[in-house]
């Protein structure tokens, strides 16, 4: 071959191996292109769903209580998780409508016959106002709200502590198993709570009918068991087209998914879920909580052991009504340092988590984790919305170590804007969509 012949070849391949880069390109930026549009509508940008404006979903923005400090406290903080950053979240979530009850023409007929699963005499019954119906026996009290039968029932402890000397306090697993047996003998039921984790807090009831916490089993009159709920940020059906794409990208920023099947026309569908907890203003108390002791009764298998329950529940749409923008957590934190955040525990390392909070004073906050859960309350609420929660450690200003948690509400609330509407993503085959 002359040299003029090679020259000749050597351009000739470098214009083929030119081509074959820029068609090798090209399909690149369209699978690109293509994989980002798989991702569902409503998490690229937010549909702000659960209003039809965003004065009347304004209205209803989170206000959460804080702890007050000593005087003379610093809100100095320093970032030291793992990472060295705040590991990334979602930019838009889902957000949920509480189906808050209207008074009932049944409520004091219903108010009775849960006066008598809890074992009062239903007839015995006393009304107060229009607000709440109570009855009283020998040792217990219960206080039913008429709106929505949320309730509490409690037990001179006085009497706890007679029968607490009368047998051996049941294990924390026991404990767990009597509360759970129990509320589902009085009808109660339902799946992001099912879903939580019960947790447990030994008590020791005081002298004087105060609660602290026991350091040991064998020094509690009480095991005390709170009921954990969670919900989904973000829904994927596996008929989405793309859904296996966004699972995938979602996993490696919020974990594995909750997965379940179901069969939709004659097809299974796997539903992808990433949860996140739902979590109230005390930290260490949901807003169910069974108090179990030694059975006053042998005979009887679960109400004897229950002297005390404190229950809130409010009932979630199971399908978010929209999703909403989140702020980034940096801004959270400036604005917690500015003092704008809530303070919603603040104790020693291992110290007493039952006894009433007394301000302290801070020298300096070092965040470990910045975690996003969602938010319920005590008080009734339009909305579930999320939160951001800060939590680490805290140097008092005796040089002491103590541990922190902040809340923060997480939507972009300066940028809400008007339902939008969004084009419905396709779906393989006809299937059908489940609603996310």
Do not use: H
């Not at 549009?37 to 209803?60: D, G, H, M, R, W």
């Not at 029968?163 to 039921?189: C, D, Y």
Request: proline share 3%; aromatic share 10%; hydrophobic share 35%.
């Amino acid at each position: 071959m002359t040299l003029t012949e090679a020259a000749f070849w050597t351009k000739r391949f470098g214009v083929i191996a030119l081509v074959m880069l820029s068609i090798f390109l090209i399909v690149v930026i369209i699978l690109t292109s293509t994989a980002s549009k798989n991702v569902l509508p409503q998490y690229i940008s937010a549909n702000y769903a659960c209003t039809e404006t965003k004065t009347e979903f304004l209205s209803n923005k989170l206000d959460i209580p804080s702890l007050q400090l000593s005087a003379g406290s610093g809100m100095y903080f320093e970032l030291q998780t793992d990472s060295g950053k705040i590991d990334a979240l979602p930019n838009i979530i889902n957000v949920y409508k509480f189906e808050n009850p209207i008074q009932s023409l049944s409520s004091q007929a219903d108010a009775k016959i849960l006066a008598n699963k809890l074992g009062f005499t239903a007839e015995k019954i006393t009304r107060n106002g229009t607000e709440s119906y109570s009855w009283t026996d020998a040792n217990r009290t219960l206080v039913v709200l008429s709106k929505n039968l949320n309730f509490t029932m409690k037990t001179n402890t006085s009497y706890i502590r007679r029968m607490a000397a009368t047998g051996t306090t049941p294990s924390e697993q026991e404990a767990k198993s009597i509360a759970v047996n129990f509320l589902r003998n009085i009808g109660f039921t339902t799946t992001d709570y099912v879903n939580g984790t019960p947790t447990t807090t030994l008590i020791n009831v005081n002298p004087d009918g105060s609660f602290s916490q026991a350091g040991s089993l064998s020094e509690a009159e009480l095991v005390k068991v709170d009921f954990n709920r969670n919900k989904s940020m973000i829904t994927i059906p596996s008929n989405t087209v793309g859904a296996n794409t966004m699972v995938e990208s979602f996993k490696k920023n919020l974990g594995e998914p909750d997965t379940e099947s179901t069969i939709i026309n004659d097809e299974r569908i796997d539903i992808y879920t990433f949860n996140t907890a739902v979590t109230f203003l005390d930290t260490d108390s949901g807003n169910i909580s069974v108090y179990v002791g030694v059975a006053a009764d042998k005979n009887e298998k679960y109400l004897s052991s229950i002297y005390q329950m404190d229950y809130t529940y409010w009932p979630i749409q199971e399908s978010a009504c929209g999703t909403y923008e989140l702020i980034n957590p940096n801004i959270a934190i400036e604005r917690i340092q500015a003092g704008e955040g809530s303070l919603v525990y603040l104790n020693d390392i291992k110290g007493d988590t039952v006894v009433d909070y007394t301000p302290r004073s801070v020298k300096k906050f070092t965040i470990l984790y910045v975690n996003l859960t969602y938010f319920e309350s005590a008080n009734e609420q339009k909305f579930l919305q999320p939160v951001y929660v800060i939590s680490g450690e805290v140097i008092f200003s005796n040089d002491t170590k103590g541990e922190f948690d902040f809340y923060y509400p997480a939507i972009d609330y300066d940028n809400v804007q008007n339902k939008i509407e969004q084009v419905a993503p396709k779906t393989v085959e006809k299937s059908g969509l489940l609603g996310v």
